[in-house]
């Protein structure tokens, strides 16, 4: 029996130019599909040093549990796992680094600003990325890169339409991180609110690293809002909603996907009560592959899997699909991945778009007594 092999190293420094000319070199080698016995190597860039440090650890988790089954069916499974620390620079720098040590793809990396800094070499090394975070647009989108996380409208679609239609807001301030993935959820959320004739009476704007919000709740309150929505990160998410909690807000706080997040529960703690979240995962959906990927989740880290675990997990079992299609070698793994269909994954049947995105339904998840329940399939 075969184990997976997860290894946490620093690779050495190399020119990006050197990188790139190894890897174009390898990767018209791609010879038959992945074998048992044989072995295959995928980079795996988190931010586990960040302001998600939950969402990175909850989608290594899943990679790892993935590769770890594979290995245990026969073939050896290989992560090289590395810290971009949430910086685009940093994702770069590995990426290339990465590339050195002959990967057939790598999983990650998780934001939108970190996977668009490695689109561009990706492309030209022809190397597969799939992205378990990133949600907006991404550069080589369906060509190099693709993702297992939601895009930006489809949960922004089903967020306004839950907003206005069931909850029947009328009147809908916005905060949003002045980010690219924090701009474009909030500009497709505002985009299907007005479509549905209800009104955005207040945009309001921060920056990564910002601590401090009573203006944008103070803001929330002029306006007379019946609805917030809140669209970043979990770092600056938590801080916003318990000053929107501290000022009065009763009001119901909508978030983007990030913030279905087990960090919004241990910041926000009691001020996340009641917060409506998109949930690209439903860990209780009684399909017997999801129940089968959940105990075996909660039997290795003692816990329920999250969507970053789901799409950590997700990310690695279509990389392994493709390699055992198409073959080990980057350029025949990153072909195989562009002709995906009906791939039958933990978060729902995969069928990459020419964007390299997936299209599945959008649960929507409410915080209750320090947990995620489900309130709308």
Known sequence: MRRAVIRMRDVRRCAIGLVLAAVVAAAGCGGPGLRAQEAVTFGVILPFTSGVPGAARAAHQGARLAAEETG????????????????????????????????????????????????????????????????????????????????????????????????????????????????????????????????????????????????????????????????????????IIATLRERGVRTPIVGSDALYSADLLEWAKDSAEGVLLPAAFVPSEPIPAVQDFVGKYRRKYSETPDHFAAQGYDAVKVLLFAAKRGGRGPAALRSALQGLRRFPGVTGEITFDRFGAPDRPVAIARVRAGTFEIVRR
């Open 72 to 239: 245990s069916g026969g073939a050896t499974v290989t992560l090289i796992v590395e810290d971009d620390r949430g910086s685009p620079d940093e994702a770069a720098r590995i990426f290339s680094r990465i590339l050195e040590r002959r990967v057939a793809a790598v999983v990650g990396p998780l934001t939108d600003l970190t996977a668009s800094a490695v689109a561009p070499i990706a492309e030209r090394a022809k190397v597969a990325v799939v992205s378990p975070g990133a949600t907006g647009t991404i550069p080589y989108g369906g060509s190099s890169v693709f993702r297992t996380s939601l895009p930006a409208q489809a949960q922004a679609r089903v967020l306004a339409e839950y907003l206005v239609q069931t909850r029947r807001a009328r009147r809908i301030s916005v905060i949003h991180e002045g980010n690219d993935y924090g701009t474009l959820v909030a500009m497709a959320f505002v985009a299907r609110v007005r479509e549905l004739h209800a009104e955005v009476v207040g945009t309001r704007l921060y920056r990564d690293g910002d601590t401090e919000f009573t203006r944008h709740a103070s803001g929330v309150i002029a306006d007379g809002a019946d609805a917030v929505f809140v669209a970043g990160y979990p770092d600056e998410g938590a801080r």
